[in-house]
Nanobody, 122 residues
Framework: VQLQASGGGLVQAGGSLRLSCTGS????????MGWFRQAPGKEREFVAL????????YYADSVKGRFTIARDNAKNTVYLQMNSLKPEDTAVYYC????????????????WGQGTQVTVSS
């Protein structure tokens, strides 16, 4: 069972990136899917999540209005569209899947991707 994150890179402030996370080895259609990030020297923090059918989404206050999470269960993939990026968004971004209610708690997630680096220059 694996989650593969991609789409990170270097972008100027104000720019956009779209992250993807594709699952293999099992279907994640019944799972809550989340995105988290970790900057150097900081703890991993919640960014966004989407429930199994896409009916509800939740965002950290710091990204609300700029980031959009979506999923395509047919492709076993979750996306994070990031607009109006700021230097403080610089971090390694991780996708995660959990058989849980919607939660920001990292320990509730069962599977994690390897992370993809996002760097926003000022």
């Amino acid at each position: 069972v694996q989650l593969q994150a991609s789409g990170g890179g270097l972008v100027q402030a104000g720019g956009s990136l779209r992250l993807s996370c594709t699952g293999s080895g099992r279907t994640f259609s019944g799972y809550v899917m989340g995105w988290f990030r970790q900057a150097p020297g900081k703890e991993r923090e919640f960014v966004a999540l989407i429930v199994w059918n896409g009916g509800s989404t939740y965002y950290a206050d710091s990204v609300k209005g700029r980031f959009t999470i979506a999923r395509d269960n047919a492709k076993n993939t979750v996306y994070l569209q990031m607009n109006s990026l700021k230097p403080e968004d610089t971090a390694v971004y991780y996708c995660a899947a959990g058989q849980t209610r919607a939660t920001m708690k990292t320990y509730k997630y069962d599977y994690w991707g390897q992370g993809t680096q996002v760097t926003v220059s000022s």
